[in-house]
T-cell receptor, first 113, second 117 residues
Framework: DQQVKQNSPSLSVQEGRISILNCDYT??????FLWYKKYPAEGPTFLIS?????DKNEDGRFTVFLNKSAKHLSLHIVPSQPGDSAVYFC????????????FGSGTRLLVRP | DTAVSQTPKYLVTQMGNDKSIKCEQN?????MYWYKQDSKKFLKIMFS???????INETVPNRFSPKSPDKAHLNLHINSLELGDSAVYFC????????????????FGSGTRLTVV
């Protein structure tokens, strides 16, 4: 029973174009959503987050959009760069006493030069 | 000066053995976690400690026992290792879990790849 799903295991994009990574969730008890980036043989590193009371958060080339009615969020990277090639994990924080993060299975992004 | 460091990075061992993975953080965080990345690549939480106190204990076999000697360390001991324990184990730390300002989320270690043969 995966509460956070990333249905696209991989995505390939040309350098300079937009990368859109998608994430769906099933639990309404999440209060924060986060994106993490992971390079091989390294741990995930925090990228950007959004509160459930907002619908957009922007940080440089990275923008996260939240559609609560659809239980969907997306990460936009514009313009994409070869250094963005990594696995991107979507995560959601449970709004209970544990506040634990639930992760998706990741999407591998390849940005082609 | 690694923020969250795990040792060892790789661990190959036989079924039935007992092994430990160590984790240390120098960020001054109060909360530490162990996550397991399984073959399907999901990152699943196993345990969480806040100031040496266990606060999250997911459905994990009793063979897994976390130990937190102080708030900067959270070690994972695994008894009677099984083939299914093969995975990458990540340690992480954060300010108190209920902190609303998630400006930077958790800080993860680089992982320990455990292979049970």
């Amino acid at each position: 029973d995966q509460q956070v799903k990333q249905n696209s295991p991989s995505l390939s994009v040309q350098e300079g174009r937009i990368s859109i990574l998608n994430c769906d969730y099933t639990n309404s008890m999440f209060d924060y959503f986060l994106w993490y980036k992971k390079y091989p043989a390294e741990g995930p590193t925090f990228l950007i987050s959004i509160s459930s009371i907002k619908d957009k958060n922007e940080d440089g080339r990275f923008t996260v959009f939240l559609n609560k009615s659809a239980k969907h969020l997306s990460l936009h990277i514009v313009p994409s760069q070869p250094g963005d090639s990594a696995v991107y994990f979507c995560a959601a924080r449970l709004m209970d006493s544990s506040y634990k993060l639930i992760f998706g299975s990741g999407t591998r992004l390849l940005v082609r030069p | 000066d690694t923020a969250v460091s795990q040792t060892p990075k790789y661990l190959v061992t036989q079924m039935g053995n007992d092994k430990s993975i160590k984790c240390e953080q120098n960020l001054g965080h109060d909360t530490m976690y162990w996550y397991k990345q399984d073959s399907k690549k999901f990152l699943k939480i196993m345990f969480s400690y806040n100031n040496k106190e266990l606060i999250i204990n997911e459905t994990v076999p009793n063979r897994f026992s976390p130990k937190s000697p102080d708030k900067a360390h959270l070690n994972l001991h695994i008894n009677s290792l099984e083939l299914g324990d093969s995975a990458v184990y990540f340690c992480a730390s954060s300010p108190p879990a209920g902190t609303l300002l998630l400006g930077y989320g958790y800080t993860f270690g680089s992982g320990t790849r455990l292979t049970v043969v």
